[in-house]
């Protein structure tokens, strides 16, 4: 058995740390967002919130071919990428063809990019995909791994921060009130 004095002091000491691993739950909550960030102000013309613009064309032969033939309208409700696959012949780098669309989650993802050396018909092409956001984005072609990637404005995984860090919090205000009640120092 412990002397009342320094189970008094040890008992100081309990509410003190509970209390700042409360506050630690608390700020953790601090600065987190509740949405995604707003990058861009939503324009009355637009006819959704969100709405974006892709350079689309189907099977063009060169880049500024299908840049130049696109069809110049928003793209429709649930898409969120602009999404582009490029042919091109891996010993010269001319292009061969070019496809370019407006794409859903589904579609475009971090494993849907990059670049293959060649394709099952002609064995001196070179196929490369890339995914992006945001209105116009896919302007220029992939040409190399390091073109034919996955780019956002907003994080891919945005719940996932989010939720880590509202558990966090819990287990600080449950692990707070457990202090406080004695209950951890009773076992």
Known sequence: MLPPTLLACAAGHIHWLSLVIF?????SLHGLPTDPPLIFSYDDTTPFPDAIKCFTCDSRKTNQECNDKAYDGFCPQGTKYCYT????????????????LCA????????????????????????????CEGSKCNEAVPTNSSTAIFTTITPYSHGTLLQSSR?????????????????????
């Open 104 to 131: 859903t989650n589904g579609e475009c993802t971090p494993n849907s990019v990059g670049c293959s050396d060649f394709t099952p018909q002609q064995f001196d092409t070179k196929k490369c995909i890339s995914c």
């Open 85 to 100: 696959e490029h042919h091109l012949n891996s010993l010269s780098g001319d292009s061969v063809l070019v496809h370019k």
């Open 23 to 27: 506050f630690l739950g608390i700020i």
């Open 167 to 187: 558990l966090f919090t819990s287990l600080c205000l449950v692990l707070s009130t457990m202090l406080v009640r004695g209950w951890l120092w009773c076992m």
